[in-house]
């Protein structure tokens, strides 16, 4: 079919523009008489029910809501052929990264449009691969999936952990690789865990079984490490690390490749980390404390010789390598092998005797190799400006893998020889789309301190910069997580139309280390929705587009974003996306795992960062006037990462306020969803060809 949406269409989008938005009839929300005081500050919180996941009226208020928005939605003449077009885009096939375990390879593919990844093996890399396990199997929507997965030392076992409906709690099984059976073996409640194989079993982490009812929306506490032997029931599962005079702490296993050595990491947050060690050889023997506090993170690459390898950002915000000497652990002793640069050191690979080391230079993916003692051997030659991700190797094998991505390059695999240098494609996805009508730019703009922020353009080469271009700009800001270059098959669709895609590299993230990050965090992140709208004013400036023509999108602490700077500045923007977002900024920490962000957004427990939080919490400072974009809420009914209940308050706070406004205020609640992890590609699509058919019709799109 064309690949453009038939020109044609454009008189019944200009008849179904002229309907009065102001007409939709919002489902009636109850309100509740709640009002909390934060030291001395009465604050009201009329939609608290929602935070109960089982509450009286709830399903039948999420169905009303649901059946407003898809009604909405299903008057949008081109819906139908975006879908359509999503899933010629969608129908593909890619491959994970493969990693080699006992001379066997094992790596992910789904091929077109299967919902779910199957998992293969080869017996070398030059037998025909066979399927190992295929969750496409698991359940008859496609919402089983497989979240994880771990080869036993001798490659005779995968354990492997499923996740039902999105939600982060997983059951680990145990599949015999040389008879493609499952044995009896089954653990439940695992959450937030690996899988660390040792001897005949393995170590994982898990909470105690939550009660009836409770399991999505109860904080988790508690978390411990286990090791469970084949064979065996979970209630004889040994019990290994636990710490019960801290609830709110987190409790990672890591075996060194020559299983010595047990590392435990323990978190209170989602960055820093302290870490423990002990030694699998010695009978009963406890752990020593590697590293005290949770100020530095600390990441073992492995051990080789006596040396444990470590990532950290110990006194160094962009990262070293380290090594320590198992037999003389203290801080004194440390060795850097790579130093701190001025480019942040992302991660690091121990692969045939040497070091891969992946750093992050002005937002760009540079990979470069050493020896043991820190010497430059050799650097990467990468093919644009792109990411890579998922460096598979072992320190005895001399062949490596790694991802190459961009916005115009879905993500390719390149083998690598240790030894010679050479580099080889060894997976490229074939995709019906012509990416060389397509360029990508990186820019640098002026935030309102004058810290200087980069972002990525992509759009149709030759576009006129006549500030009428439909535009949408995305951002996360937040975790220290780098917005990299990356592939999106959905996003094709935006961009074929006429669409530029600009990705904002804003502070809270890590793409310039712990400085950039810190600076977008607790009081200091009205610099993240600074540097966003400073984005957006730059868009409109450089005639990109205009106040009319832009659209934002951002998912979870991005979600939060979208929420604060429509808030902040709703003159600027058009449409508005906000995704399974932190939207109670008060109340966050009191759900699941919620307590972790703390580190991250500050509490409402102290009285400082309260008003802070009270001042750009989006549910609390959603304005009467009737100037809002449109705004198109999307969540799930199984999140238990960030509850339900925040887009809820959020849609509900909006549609009292901004209901009589011209611009719809809706909210898409997915069933048998959750965070995104797992999603089926058949739901992607769907709420994919929502998402833009709603962004284009509210900007007033003609497309051709």
């Given at each position: 079919?064309?690949?453009?949406?038939?020109?044609?269409?454009?008189?019944?989008?200009?008849?179904?523009?002229?309907?009065?938005?102001?007409?939709?009839?919002?489902?009636?929300?109850?309100?509740?008489?709640?009002?909390?005081?934060?030291?001395?500050?009465?604050?009201?919180?009329?939609?608290?029910?929602?935070?109960?996941?089982?509450?009286?009226?709830?399903?039948?208020?999420?169905?009303?809501?649901?059946?407003?928005?898809?009604?909405?939605?299903?008057?949008?003449?081109?819906?139908?052929?975006?879908?359509?077009?999503?899933?010629?885009?969608?129908?593909?096939?890619?491959?994970?990264?493969?990693?080699?375990?006992?001379?066997?390879?094992?790596?992910?593919?789904?091929?077109?449009?299967?919902?779910?990844?199957?998992?293969?093996?080869?017996?070398?890399?030059?037998?025909?691969?066979?399927?190992?396990?295929?969750?496409?199997?698991?359940?008859?929507?496609?919402?089983?999936?497989?979240?994880?997965?771990?080869?036993?030392?001798?490659?005779?076992?995968?354990?492997?952990?499923?996740?039902?409906?999105?939600?982060?709690?997983?059951?680990?099984?145990?599949?015999?690789?040389?008879?493609?059976?499952?044995?009896?073996?089954?653990?439940?409640?695992?959450?937030?865990?690996?899988?660390?194989?040792?001897?005949?079993?393995?170590?994982?982490?898990?909470?105690?079984?939550?009660?009836?009812?409770?399991?999505?929306?109860?904080?988790?506490?508690?978390?411990?490490?286990?090791?469970?032997?084949?064979?065996?029931?979970?209630?004889?599962?040994?019990?290994?690390?636990?710490?019960?005079?801290?609830?709110?702490?987190?409790?990672?296993?890591?075996?060194?490749?020559?299983?010595?050595?047990?590392?435990?990491?323990?978190?209170?947050?989602?960055?820093?980390?302290?870490?423990?060690?002990?030694?699998?050889?010695?009978?009963?023997?406890?752990?020593?404390?590697?590293?005290?506090?949770?100020?530095?993170?600390?990441?073992?690459?492995?051990?080789?010789?006596?040396?444990?390898?470590?990532?950290?950002?110990?006194?160094?915000?962009?990262?070293?390598?380290?090594?320590?000497?198992?037999?003389?652990?203290?801080?004194?002793?440390?060795?850097?092998?790579?130093?701190?640069?001025?480019?942040?050191?992302?991660?690091?690979?121990?692969?045939?005797?040497?070091?891969?080391?992946?750093?992050?230079?002005?937002?760009?993916?540079?990979?470069?190799?050493?020896?043991?003692?820190?010497?430059?051997?050799?650097?990467?030659?990468?093919?644009?400006?792109?990411?890579?991700?998922?460096?598979?190797?072992?320190?005895?094998?001399?062949?490596?893998?790694?991802?190459?991505?961009?916005?115009?390059?879905?993500?390719?695999?390149?083998?690598?020889?240790?030894?010679?240098?050479?580099?080889?494609?060894?997976?490229?996805?074939?995709?019906?789309?012509?990416?060389?009508?397509?360029?990508?730019?990186?820019?640098?703009?002026?935030?309102?301190?004058?810290?200087?922020?980069?972002?990525?353009?992509?759009?149709?080469?030759?576009?006129?910069?006549?500030?009428?271009?439909?535009?949408?700009?995305?951002?996360?800001?937040?975790?220290?997580?780098?917005?990299?270059?990356?592939?999106?098959?959905?996003?094709?669709?935006?961009?074929?139309?006429?669409?530029?895609?600009?990705?904002?590299?804003?502070?809270?993230?890590g793409e310039y280390g712990e400085n950039w990050y810190?600076?977008?965090?607790?009081?200091?992140?009205?610099?993240?929705?600074?540097?966003?709208?400073?984005?957006?004013?730059?868009?409109?400036?450089e005639n990109y587009t205009s106040a009319k023509k832009?659209?934002?999108?951002?998912?979870?602490?991005?979600?939060?974003?979208?929420?604060?700077?429509?808030?902040?500045?709703?003159?600027?923007?058009?449409?508005?996306?906000?995704?399974?977002?932190?939207?109670?900024?008060?109340?966050?920490?009191?759900?699941?795992?919620?307590?972790?962000?703390?580190?991250?957004?500050?509490?409402?427990?102290?009285?400082?960062?309260?008003?802070?939080?009270?001042?750009?919490?989006?549910?609390?400072?959603?304005?009467?006037?009737?100037?809002?974009?449109?705004?198109?809420?999307?969540?799930?009914?199984?999140?238990?990462?960030?509850?339900?209940?925040?887009?809820?308050?959020?849609?509900?706070?909006?549609?009292?306020?901004?209901?009589?406004?011209?611009?719809?205020?809706?909210?898409?609640?997915?069933?048998?969803?959750?965070?995104?992890?797992?999603?089926?590609?058949?739901?992607?699509?769907?709420?994919?060809?929502?998402?833009?058919?709603?962004?284009?019709?509210?900007?007033?799109?003609?497309?051709?």
């Amino acid at each position: 079919m064309n690949k453009l949406i038939p020109f044609t269409l454009a008189v019944f989008v200009m008849a179904f523009l002229s309907c009065d938005s102001n007409k939709i009839k919002y489902p009636e929300t109850k309100k509740v008489d709640v009002v909390d005081n934060y030291f001395g500050v009465n604050v009201a919180d009329p939609y608290r029910w929602f935070e109960d996941d089982k509450a009286e009226g709830l399903s039948e208020w999420i169905k009303a809501q649901n059946e407003i928005t898809f009604n909405y939605l299903s008057k949008i003449p081109y819906r139908e052929t975006l879908r359509e077009r999503l899933s010629e885009l969608w129908n593909y096939s890619s491959i994970s990264t493969p990693y080699i375990k006992a001379g066997k390879v094992f790596f992910f593919k789904r091929d077109g449009l299967q919902n779910q990844s199957v998992f293969y093996m080869q017996n070398s890399l030059h037998d025909e691969p066979k399927v190992l396990i295929d969750p496409n199997t698991f359940s008859e929507d496609g919402t089983v999936a497989i979240s994880q997965i771990s080869i036993s030392g001798k490659a005779d076992y995968a354990a492997y952990a499923i996740a039902d409906g999105g939600s982060d709690w997983m059951k680990i099984m145990v599949r015999d690789i040389k008879t493609g059976k499952d044995l009896a073996d089954e653990i439940r409640w695992v959450k937030f865990s690996g899988i660390e194989w040792f001897k005949d079993g393995f170590f994982y982490s898990r909470y105690d079984e939550p009660k009836e009812g409770s399991e999505l929306t109860n904080v988790n506490q508690f978390h411990k490490v286990y090791y469970h032997k084949l064979g065996t029931k979970q209630s004889e599962d040994r019990l290994i690390f636990h710490n019960q005079e801290y609830p709110l702490r987190n409790y990672g296993a890591q075996v060194t490749s020559d299983e010595n050595f047990l590392i435990i990491s323990e978190t209170e947050s989602t960055h820093g980390n302290a870490l423990y060690i002990s030694n699998l050889h010695k009978r009963d023997q406890d752990f020593l404390n590697l590293t005290t506090s949770f100020e530095y993170s600390y990441h073992v690459i492995d051990h080789v010789d006596g040396y444990l390898y470590v990532l950290t950002n110990y006194r160094s915000p962009k990262y070293k390598l380290i090594k320590i000497n198992i037999n003389s652990l203290d801080i004194g002793n440390w060795i850097d092998v790579l130093p701190e640069s001025k480019d942040v050191l992302e991660s690091c690979v121990l692969a045939g005797g040497k070091i891969i080391a992946t750093y992050i230079d002005n937002v760009k993916s540079r990979v470069e190799v050493y020896d043991l003692n820190g010497e430059k051997l050799h650097q990467i030659s990468l093919p644009t400006i792109g990411t890579v991700g998922g460096v598979s190797a072992s320190f005895k094998d001399q062949t490596a893998f790694f991802t190459f991505t961009s916005f115009t390059v879905p993500s390719v695999v390149y083998s690598f020889d240790t030894k010679t240098y050479d580099l080889k494609e060894y997976f490229r996805p074939n995709i019906n789309f012509d990416f060389d009508n397509y360029e990508v730019k990186q820019i640098f703009y002026k935030s309102k301190d004058g810290t200087e922020v980069p972002m990525f353009i992509v759009h149709k080469k030759g576009l006129e910069l006549n500030g009428q271009n439909p535009t949408l700009l995305y951002g996360y800001g937040g975790f220290n997580a780098s917005m990299m270059p990356s592939f999106a098959p959905s996003r094709l669709v935006w961009l074929e139309n006429g669409g530029v895609y600009a990705l904002a590299n804003i502070r809270g993230g890590g793409e310039y280390g712990e400085n950039w990050y810190r600076s977008g965090t607790k009081l200091n992140k009205q610099n993240v929705f600074d540097d966003f709208i400073a984005a957006a004013e730059y868009l409109i400036a450089e005639n990109y587009t205009s106040a009319k023509k832009l659209a934002i999108q951002g998912g979870s602490n991005g979600g939060l974003l979208i929420g604060a700077v429509v808030n902040q500045r709703p003159d600027l923007f058009k449409v508005a996306i906000p995704q399974v977002g932190v939207m109670d900024m008060l109340r966050f920490h009191l759900f699941t795992i919620g307590w972790a962000w703390v580190n991250d957004y500050g509490s409402s427990e102290d009285s400082v960062q309260f008003l802070n939080l009270y001042k750009y919490s989006p549910i609390h400072n959603v304005k009467s006037n009737p100037g809002y974009p449109a705004i198109l809420v999307t969540t799930a009914d199984r999140d238990d990462r960030v509850v339900p209940a925040h887009s809820f308050k959020y849609i509900a706070t909006l549609q009292e306020k901004q209901g009589k406004g011209a611009n719809p205020k809706l909210i898409r609640i997915q069933t048998r969803a959750g965070h995104s992890a797992g999603t089926p590609t058949s739901m992607r699509i769907e709420e994919a060809a929502d998402i833009y058919a709603f962004i284009f019709y509210n900007l007033h799109v003609n497309i051709k």
